[in-house]
């Protein structure tokens, strides 16, 4: 069973929406601009296989994409006043 719901609408009904999804083992399709954006489903609806691999590929994809500048505690450049 599928329920489509505007995303505007999901904030004022997610209570209702989540407890379909998890009891009824349903889902609901999220649009915005009546295009799907979002489908939401039981996790045992979705094969762990399929999860893992997802995973690792966003973290392939994600692999080189951060740049380290320096040390996040220690201050870029000396003040007047640390002297």
Request: include cysteine; charged fraction near 35%; hydrophobic fraction near 35%.
């Amino acid at each position: 069973m599928s329920k489509t719901v505007p995303f505007s609408d999901l904030a004022a009904n997610v209570d209702t929406l989540f407890e379909e999804v998890v009891q009824k083992h349903g889902e609901v399709v999220l649009t915005r601009d009546g295009k799907e954006v979002a489908k939401v489903v039981p996790l045992e609806s979705v094969p762990v296989e399929d999860v893992r691999e997802r995973r690792r590929r966003t973290l392939e994809e994600l692999r080189g994409s951060v740049t380290i500048l320096g040390d996040i505690v220690e201050p870029l450049e000396k003040w007047d006043c640390d002297e």
